[in-house]
T-cell receptor
Framework: GQQVMQIPQYQHVQEGEDFTTYCNSSTTLSNIQWYKQRPGGHPVFLIQLVKSGEVKKQKRLTFQFGEAKKNSSLHITATQTTDVGTYFC???????????FGTGTRLQVTL | EAQVTQNPRYLITVTGKKLTVTCSQN?????MSWYRQDPGLGLRQIYY???????DKGDVPEGYKVSRKEKRNFPLILESPSPNQTSLYFC????????????FGSGTRLTVV
């Protein structure tokens, strides 16, 4: 079946450093979504990318969708302790309602 | 407040005792879905529904049942729970249009002993 992998699984940075997580799909995706889950919380939708090569920004977060629509990345500039959590990418497999999540990247930020 | 409400938040039960986890959304969303989250495995989709009376299996449907008799409710039923169903469960809903992601409930932590 379709797989969505993320790397790294875990990253520990000092506050102020940049962070990037990468998402790779075994098949072409019609769109890709990103979610953030704080420790002890539930996933929260951040953004959706639809077009090949699309780049979107949310303050210090930059999301990119690959040209082949099989990979994506999330880059955080100058991390803050509020960025702590697990970041998931997700892509539709089959119908739009069937959403496969990546394995997630856990980000730890220390002062 | 727009939200997805799951109950209970925590549940400890014994093997084989039927249980239902309720899920309700107040946003008139067409799509609803159940996920389980396990360490190292991320979020895996159990079942999903695209509208009333329309449901389909996700990636890990074995041992679970769902129903969608009303648009707002999407209960998850474990007819005969087993210890390998110990997990954190999330219900989620979204519009049918592609521009929106899922809104998740706060989760149900289930322990089967």
């Amino acid at each position: 079946g379709q797989q969505v992998m993320q790397i790294p699984q875990y990253q520990h940075v000092q506050e102020g450093e940049d962070f990037t997580t990468y998402c790779n799909s075994s098949t072409t995706l019609s769109n890709i979504q990103w979610y953030k889950q704080r420790p002890g919380g539930h996933p929260v939708f951040l953004i959706q990318l639809v077009k090949s090569g699309e780049v979107k920004k949310q303050k210090r977060l930059t999301f990119q969708f690959g040209e082949a629509k099989k990979n994506s990345s999330l880059h955080i500039t100058a991390t803050q302790t509020t960025d702590v959590g697990t970041y998931f990418c997700a892509g539709p497999t089959g119908t739009a309602s069937k959403l496969t999540f990546g394995t997630g990247t856990r980000l730890q930020v220390t002062l | 407040e727009a939200q997805v409400t799951q109950n209970p938040r925590y549940l400890i039960t014994v093997t084989g005792k039927k249980l239902t986890v309720t899920c309700s959304q107040n946003m008139n969303h067409e799509y609803m879905s159940w996920y389980r989250q396990d360490p190292g495995l991320g979020l895996r989709q159990i079942y999903y529904s695209m509208n009333v009376e329309v449901t389909d299996k996700g990636d890990v449907p074995e041992g679970y049942k769902v129903s969608r008799k009303e648009k707002r409710n999407f209960p998850l039923i474990l007819e005969s729970p087993s210890p390998n169903q110990t997990s954190l469960y999330f219900c989620a809903s979204r519009w049918g249009r592609d521009a929106y992601g899922y809104t998740f409930g706060s989760g149900t932590r289930l322990t089967v002993v």
